[in-house]
């Protein structure tokens, strides 16, 4: 299901793997105020909440790709990269961090702040909740007017175009006379 709070967490992804990339984003141009302001939009959004699965969604495939190598050490293995993975856990707060410079250089802090007060409100966690399944239904809407739109604009130039070229009355299609 698309929702709301999954766009603003990809949009998120998005932006961290962006700056990553091109190094344009550095944590010593914003302030901790606006780090603090940040954090809160980004905890009131829950804009980086799917990023909770990178580890543990890393560390299962490496271990599936150990173990396809060396099966018979499976125990060992599965020890190692659980150990390891939890060794890395605390990296995650710079990722954390990052997200917090990226929010902070995009919104000015009282943006900031009205974004968490917004979606820290009843009506905001509703919207996280429940835009999902109003977009999922316009976007039905939209589907099927397009389709009858479609029809309709088809059947109506067909009729008018009909007598001065021969359109043809499926699709439209204009057919030349003889």
């Known amino acids: 299901m ?8 990809t949009l998120a992804a998005t932006l961290v793997v962006t700056a990553g990339l091109t190094g344009a984003v550095k944590a010593q141009d914003v302030t901790e105020d606006q780090i603090k302001v940040a954090r809160a939009a980004i905890d ?33 293995i599965n020890a190692v990269v659980d150990e390891q993975a939890l060794a890395l856990a605390p990296r995650r707060a710079d990722l954390e961090r990052e997200a917090a410079t990226i929010y902070a250089k995009t919104f ?3 943006e900031l702040k009205a974004i968490a007060d917004f979606y820290s409100s009843p009506v905001g966690k509703k919207l996280l909740k429940d835009g999902p399944i109003a977009t999922r239904e316009l976007v039905r809407a939209a589907e099927i007017w397009a389709s009858g739109i479609q029809r309709d604009l088809a059947d109506e130039s067909g009729k008018k175009l009909q007598t001065v070229v021969g359109a043809a009355p499926e699709g439209g299609e204009a057919q030349p006379q003889q």
């Not at 698309?2 to 967490?9: K, P, T, V, Y």
């Not at 799917?50 to 299962?60: W, Y």
């Open 2 to 9: 698309i929702n709301i709070a999954g766009f603003g967490r």
């Open 108 to 110: 000015s802090q009282e």
């Open 44 to 76: 009131a959004l829950g804009a980086t909440v799917n990023f909770d699965n990178i580890l543990p969604g890393l560390a299962e495939r490496l271990k599936a790709s150990l173990i396809q190598a060396s099966p018979n050490h499976e125990p060992e």
